[in-house]
């Protein structure tokens, strides 16, 4: 009896921490050395495998220093999730991008170390390509000066971009200040990761190979699988791409699916999700309109819902404000409820939000985070204005009337809130 009592507990502890492993490489697909993440990672690594090649298609490489969860998303074409400044929160520009791009290759052919100035002369060199200069994206918006490095706006970016590549892995300070750098009164110094810069590009095919014109139509193909020639293969491939999505994405919308996926999905959903439930610990709430994987710890999730501040409060209210109205609202309604909110919590909001013209920042933020949280979408109303549409998600924000409840008589359950699951491919 004890033997079974202790061989049910070694189950358990085993299967928890395959569970936290999972979790932590759905947090940060790629880990390094020296953390208690890494660990379970590496000491779970073959079941681990082979769930994620099984159920995603997703390659888990482990060695001594580095987990790589190569993890290709279930869509190429959602912009809710982008890049994001360290310090301010705000989303990367085009240039930003392009720098980060310009980095990753000068640092692929630097010395194990490197100065934030000599990353930055050697950025700057790259950055001086034709085909760079033709197409704009070396001059951020206007196209009245070369990218040099010589104002405090490009210092900002590129700085913005080494302070990813530290939270990446890919560099790891040795001496000095970025922000000494940016007010060109001094240098920093790092080391430079190899093992984690060659792990971090993820895509089935190399970028240079790909041909096709167009950035949606290079996008596509860069992780474009092999057509599947027989039923067991186009199950696979469906599997994997729904398991990715419901992993990825706060909702999975079933009208957002081809014919064969709703069809898969409505026959597969329970196995589905209770795969995805028995690895992670994710919960499924399954409604009509399709399912989302709610985290009941709430920490595989970069976007929350509701959230403490200003910018938290404004996108509660205007949830709870599109969910009563339904149907299609211009923005131009919702600037006008933020203005009026703006007084009502003046007490209470950060100062700025009641400066005139405040309205439109705070209200197009609150719809960017709602956008990203799947309960949302954009669209346009009859005289095509820019609108938004909710999603049905959204109903869980609905105020309903005041019930009163008689003695004895149990209280509505609380709705639970959709976080969406961080991660995405880097």
């Avoid at 033997?3 to 492993?21: M, P, T």
């Avoid at 199950?235 to 064969?260: C, F, G, I, K, M």
Wanted: a neutral charge; hydrophobic letters at 40%.
């Amino acid at each position: 009896m004890n033997d079974n009592r202790l061989g049910d507990a070694l189950a358990a502890q085993r299967a928890d921490e395959v569970r936290r492993a999972a979790r932590a490489l759905l947090r940060r697909p790629l880990l390094r050395a020296g953390t208690d993440d890494f660990r379970l990672v590496r000491q779970h690594a073959t079941e681990l495998r082979t769930w994620f090649e099984r159920n995603t298609g997703w390659a888990l490489l482990v060695d001594s220093q580095v987990a790589r969860l190569r993890r290709i998303p279930g869509r190429d074409t959602d912009p809710t999730h982008p890049a994001r400044d360290q310090r301010t929160g705000q989303p990367f520009s085009r240039r930003r991008y392009v720098l980060v791009c310009l980095c990753l290759a000068v640092l692929e052919r630097a010395e194990q170390q490197i100065a934030l100035g000599r990353l930055a002369e050697q950025v700057v060199l790259a950055a001086a390509d034709p085909a760079l200069d033709a197409a704009g994206v070396a001059r951020g918006g206007a196209a009245s000066q070369p990218f040099t490095l010589a104002d405090r706006e490009q210092r900002t970016d590129l700085v913005a971009v080494v302070r990813l590549l530290l939270g990446w892995g890919v560099l790891a300070k040795v001496a000095g200040d970025e922000d000494a750098f940016l007010k060109s009164a001094g240098d920093a110094l790092y080391d430079v990761d190899r093992r984690v810069l060659a792990g971090l590009l993820v895509a089935r095919r190399g970028p240079s190979t790909v041909r096709t014109g167009g950035f949606e139509q290079r996008l596509a193909e860069l992780n474009a699988e092999v057509l599947p020639d027989s039923d067991e293969l186009r199950n696979r491939a469906l599997r994997h791409t729904l398991t990715r999505r419901l992993l990825d994405d706060p909702v999975l919308y079933v009208d957002e699916l081809s014919e064969a996926e709703a069809a898969y999905l409505t026959s597969q959903r329970g196995a589905l999700t209770r795969r995805i439930a028995e690895l992670t610990g994710l919960v499924p709430e399954v409604r009509a309109e399709g399912v989302a994987m709610v985290d009941p710890d709430d920490d595989l999730t970069d976007l929350r819902m509701p959230e403490s501040g200003t910018d938290g409060h404004v996108a509660l209210l205007a949830a709870e404000y599109l969910a009563g109205r339904g149907g299609t609202v211009p923005l131009t309604e919702l600037h006008r409820q933020v203005a009026g909110w703006a007084l009502d919590h003046a007490g209470f909001w950060r100062r700025s939000a009641t400066v005139s013209g405040a309205e439109t920042e705070l209200a197009e933020q609150a719809v960017e985070r709602l956008v990203a949280l799947g309960l949302l979408e954009r669209t346009v109303d009859a005289d095509g204005a820019a609108a938004v549409r909710p999603r049905p998600a959204l109903d869980r924000y609905r105020v309903g009337e005041t019930v009163l409840l008689e003695p004895g008589q149990s209280a509505p359950k609380k709705k639970t809130t959709v976080n969406r699951k961080k991660g995405r491919t880097r």
